[in-house]
Nanobody, 120 residues
Framework: QVQLVQSGGGLVQPGGSLRLSCAAS????????IDWLRQAPGKEREGISCIKSSDGSTFYSDSVKGRFTISRDHATNTVYLQMNSLKPEDTGVYYCVTDTECGLRQYGAWGQGTQVTVSS
């Protein structure tokens, strides 16, 4: 059974950092790309980062480029999203999802979502 379990998130002040984790089970990380999506209040869902299944190439939206880093650990079958220099507009619910490949938006399994709130 393909499953994603998220951890991390919470409340942080502007300029702070958080790390989100997405533990995969039922498949290996070279089988699917993993996307991080976020849903901000009153806004459309946004794809913010992706890591390719084949070679681990990474992609970022303009809104997070230079501040967020996606990575993966094959040993623990976990994908991470390191978020630095957080801004209030980064507030939202973050989801990790499997994708056929980065950019295709053919989402399969979803994590349960985790709330990130950036506020002073």
């Amino acid at each position: 059974q393909v499953q994603l379990v998220q951890s991390g998130g919470g409340l942080v002040q502007p300029g702070g950092s958080l790390r989100l984790s997405c533990a995969a089970s039922g498949f290996t990380l070279d089988s699917y790309a993993i996307d991080w999506l976020r849903q901000a209040p009153g806004k459309e869902r946004e794809g913010i980062s992706c890591i390719k299944s084949s070679d681990g190439s990474t992609f970022y939206s303009d809104s997070v480029k230079g501040r967020f880093t996606i990575s993966r650990d094959h040993a623990t079958n976990t994908v991470y999203l390191q978020m630095n220099s957080l801004k209030p507009e980064d507030t939202g619910v973050y989801y990790c999802v499997t994708d056929t490949e980065c950019g295709l938006r053919q989402y399969g399994a979803w994590g349960q979502g985790t709330q990130v709130t950036v506020s002073s």
